[in-house]
Every structure is written in C-alpha cells, then in structure tokens.
C-alpha cells in the first residue's frame, strides 16, 4: 500500500518562500507521476504542478507558474515544491499525489493521497 507524507508546511510571509516535501512508501514510485494539489477553506481541491516518472517533465497550473518548482529524488523516493514569491491567495493545504497517467491534472486521475500539510501566508 502507497502511503505519501507531506511535510514543510507553516506560516511565512507574503514574498517569502517554502519548500514542501512528500515522501512515499510503498510501491513502484520511480515509476509513477507524482503531483502538488491545493484546497483552500470553502473551495474546490485545484490542480498546483505534476512531474513525469523520471522528473524529465513538468506541468504547472497558471497561478504558480514561474514561482513555484515541482522536482523529485526517486533514490529518496521524494517529491519536492519549492514555492517562491508567495501571496496570500496561495494560503491553503498542499496535497501530494500519485498517479499512473503522465502529467495529470485532474483530482480523479490520481490514485494515491497525502493527508496534506498547511501553508499560510500572511500580508
């Protein structure tokens, strides 16, 4: 069984930066897309950045791109976001995921789930 743990979260200020980590157990990960998700209170669970298998490719939503990194270490079994620049609409739980497409970017097209971790960013 796949178990992903996010970690990294906390409060910083707008401008500041974040690194979050997410590391899986369990299962092929070297083999598997790996993605960054984000919920705010009230809102729909949103799509943040993807990465394929070998961290060759990535895919990042409108909102983070140019501020935010998605990168992995499969020796780690790690996946990373790096998040630059950050404004406080960016305050939600970050998610990692799992999946088996290439790149995706729908909720449902992941199989596996973190609990998530919070990043608040303050004006």
């Known amino acids: 069984q796949v178990q992903l743990v996010e970690s990294g979260g906390g409060l910083v200020q707008a401008g500041g930066s974040l690194r979050l980590s997410c590391a899986a157990s369990?299962?092929?990960?070297?083999?598997?897309?790996m993605g960054w998700f984000r919920q705010a209170p009230g809102k729909e669970r949103e799509f943040v950045a993807a990465?394929?298998?070998?961290?060759?490719?990535?895919y990042y939503a409108d909102s983070v791109k140019g501020r935010f990194t998605i990168s992995r270490d499969n020796a780690k079994k790690t996946v990373y976001l790096q998040m630059n620049s950050l404004k406080p609409e960016d305050t939600a739980v970050y998610y990692c995921?799992?999946?088996?497409?290439?790149?995706?970017?729908?909720?449902?097209?992941?199989?596996?789930w973190g609990q998530g971790t919070q990043v608040t960013v303050s004006s």
């Open positions: 995921a799992q999946s088996g497409r290439v790149l995706p970017t729908r909720v449902n097209d992941y199989d596996y």
């Open positions: 369990g299962g092929p990960f070297s083999i598997r897309g």
């Open positions: 990465i394929n298998w070998s961290g060759g490719n990535q």
